[in-house]
Nanobody
Framework: QVKLVESGGGLVQSGGSLRLSCAAS????????VDWYRQAPGNQRELVAG???????NYADSVKGRFTIFRDNSKNAVYLQMNNLKPEDTAVYYC???????????????WGQGTQVTVSS
């Protein structure tokens, strides 16, 4: 069972930067696709960015050019670097690891507890 723990959220002014971390235990993150989602009050959870095992990345249009997702396999972690933050980026950010379990081949889907990001105008 993979456990994911997010950190790095906080309060930042518009135009500022934050780096979110998703650290894993009980499994190896490079075996999974890792996505960052966010959910603002009253909104549905939305996909922000994702990275495959081969480090192919994808981004929501709203964050392209401002956010970067990357892996550090030596730390068994995935990061989301967020620059030029805007008030509309305010949300709880969640890390998700998904894909076939490397041993059982069963489809797996793991979530962290979330970290709050608040951007003031």
């Amino acid at each position: 069972q993979v456990k994911l723990v997010e950190s790095g959220g906080g309060l930042v002014q518009s135009g500022g930067s934050l780096r979110l971390s998703c650290a894993a235990s009980g499994g190896t993150l490079r075996d999974y696709v890792v996505d960052w989602y966010r959910q603002a009050p009253g909104n549905q959870r939305e996909l922000v960015a994702g990275i495959s095992g081969s480090a192919t990345t994808n981004y929501a249009d709203s964050v392209k050019g401002r956010f970067t997702i990357f892996r550090d396999n030596s730390k068994n972690a995935v990061y989301l670097q967020m620059n030029n933050l805007k008030p509309e980026d305010t949300a709880v950010y969640y890390c998700n690891a998904n894909g076939p379990d490397p041993y059982s081949a069963l489809e797996s889907d793991y979530w962290g507890q979330g970290t709050q990001v608040t951007v003031s105008s």
